[in-house]
């Protein structure tokens, strides 16, 4: 519920698509967009009913607000009428009504919670509720100074029983440096299991443990009577992060401005030496700065962003970030899946990756909000990127024989990343192909890359198709059908193991979704990027 409405993203003919789970939309009237919504919340107008007043609201009472034109819902222990926003909500009226004069906040988070709702709803913000929800006994740690391993970490009785085995840490000196080592306890850890940010005198990393995330989060403190912000001049920008996979052991080692003992590591912050399903955690943004930006086709560019030098970010193949611009003072989020810079970089010989640069594929809307904005940001602005998010397991591609890929559009971006994974490390794969669909031969995303590609690796084939050809078009033309798929889909042995990746408009998905699985092709072997 609570969906930022957006002409932009996803526009009726979007292609950017992100993890599983897409719901329908619902037609905005005209005059209901997103930025006419931000209008009315600079108007002056009284949104909440109450005159500028914000009060304590009691159960009772929230029930009380359970209409269409009275409707009030709670998230995170804030009441705010939403009854002004009703035609302005994308999923429409009734999605909202579900959580009418009650506790939304289950119901948000399972459908976006990575909505900045506090910035898009503050002038419906009637209050808060006047009883807080119970504080779970692990919130809040014992404000005491980090001097080595924590006891245990802070894990729920339900939790520790169900989901994986607690990680542990511990960190160790030398006179130059200081090492923080992280016992995840799993052995299919990896570089872009671990998320670490140091800003200013706060460091977190966060690691990706299954659906959980374990979170050390500190305010470094090289003495127990340091100043906080003492360490942002203590610690080097840069540092580096180590995973030995056999053992699941994570180290991060940071460089020491002063040859000096430290007495203790730091101060713990919320939710640190925690760990709690990845769903329950709020997202995590550092501002990275545009270096390029260069066309792709008519519409569409390749952005490259470069993390700062305090983060340790990567993000793993088939998921998204979000990103985020403030547009008229209304903080505006939206998804996209990174790219490689290049469909043939990665053939190269094996190099040390330079791992501080996030590429994207972006078409522009002229008519939308986002897309604009973020094509307007000169070379050496800032633009907020979130941890990853997604759903699709790397575990997918293990003795995977047939891969096949249906894009159509910017559907293509998640393509990218798991072409070239595929063909640099898939050892028993025989046959990679993609349907790329289009409108016009312009429209066609590095077409020349995609056909040099399929000329140097012979178990690559790429078709595209096009809806609107001109008369001079000799390849397929037409709409995703049974005919071009049960062609396009042969396997290479009768019993081979596929898997079927499948990325576009939710009409496009969804047709395609129908026909696949009419084809006999099982849930197992098909892989949908749709709309969040």
């Not at 009472?61 to 035609?87: A, Q």
């Not at 999923?91 to 988070?109: N, R, V, Y």
């Not at 005919?483 to 898997?499: A, C, P, Q, T, Y």
Request: proline share 5%; hydrophobic share 35%; net charge neutral.
């Amino acid at each position: 519920m609570l969906n930022i409405p957006s002409q932009a993203f996803p526009a009726p003919s979007s292609q950017q698509r992100v993890a599983s789970g897409g719901r329908s939309k619902v037609p905005l009237k005209q005059g209901r967009s997103l930025m006419d919504w931000i209008r009315l919340t600079k108007s002056g107008k009284d949104l909440t009913g109450l005159k500028g007043r914000l009060i304590e609201v009691t159960e009772e009472e929230l029930k009380k607000h359970n209409t269409k034109d009275d409707c009030w819902i709670c998230i995170r222990g804030f009441v705010y009428n939403v009854s002004p926003y009703m035609e302005y909500h994308p999923g429409g009226e009734d999605e909202l009504m579900k959580a009418a004069g009650s506790d939304g906040t289950d119901l948000f988070d399972q459908v976006h919670r990575w909505v900045n709702y506090e910035s898009m709803l503050k002038e419906c913000l009637v209050g808060r509720m006047a009883v807080k929800p119970a504080v779970p006994k692990d919130y809040h740690e014992e404000k005491k100074v980090l001097n080595g391993m924590l006891p245990k970490s802070q894990v729920p009785d339900a939790l520790a029983k169900e989901g994986p085995v607690s990680p542990s840490y511990d960190w160790f000196q030398t006179d130059s440096l200081v090492t923080i080592v992280i016992y995840t306890k799993q052995k299919d850890v990896n570089l872009d299991s671990v998320i670490v940010d140091h800003q200013y005198d706060s460091f977190r990393a966060e690691t990706i443990i299954k659906d959980y995330s374990y979170l050390i989060h500190i305010v470094l403190s090289r003495s127990i009577y340091a100043i906080a912000n003492e360490l942002s001049h203590a610690i080097q920008e840069d540092f580096s992060v180590r995973v030995v996979a056999n053992v699941g052991k994570i180290e991060i080692v940071l460089k020491k401005k002063e040859n000096t003992s430290w007495e203790c590591l730091g101060h713990p912050l919320e939710n640190h030496n925690s760990l709690i399903p990845k769903k329950d955690t709020g997202l995590y943004y550092r501002k990275c700065q545009l270096i390029s930006k260069e066309d792709a086709t008519h519409d569409t560019k390749l952005f490259c962003l470069m993390l700062p030098p305090s983060t340790h970010l990567q993000v793993p193949i088939g998921q998204h970030v979000y990103l985020k611009l403030t547009i008229t003072g209304t903080e505006i989020v939206k998804p996209y899946t990174p790219v490689s810079d290049s469909l043939l970089s990665e053939f190269k010989e094996p190099v040390i990756p330079n791992n501080k640069y996030i590429y994207f594929l972006i078409k522009i809307y002229p008519a939308g909000l986002f897309t604009p904005e973020l094509d307007h940001l000169q070379i050496g602005d800032f633009v907020s990127i979130s941890n990853p998010e997604g759903n699709f397991k790397i575990a997918q591609f293990q003795e995977l024989e047939d891969l096949f890929l249906l894009a159509a559009g910017t559907g293509f971006t998640p393509m990218v990343k798991i072409l070239n994974y595929a063909l640099t490390n898939i050892s028993s794969l025989r046959k990679v192909k993609l349907m790329f669909f289009n409108k016009t031969e312009d429209d066609i995303i590095w077409r020349s890359q995609l056909e040099k590609l399929a000329f140097k690796d012979k178990r690559f084939d790429v078709e595209f198709v096009l809806s609107q050809p001109t008369s001079e078009w000799n390849g397929k033309k037409g709409c995703i059908s049974p005919g071009l798929l049960s062609e396009f889909l042969k396997r290479s042995l009768d019993n081979s193991k596929v898997l079927i990746c499948i990325c576009g408009p939710a009409a496009f998905t969804e047709q395609g979704m129908r026909m696949l699985h009419d084809l006999n092709f099982s849930k197992d072997e098909i892989h949908a990027f749709t709309a969040s």
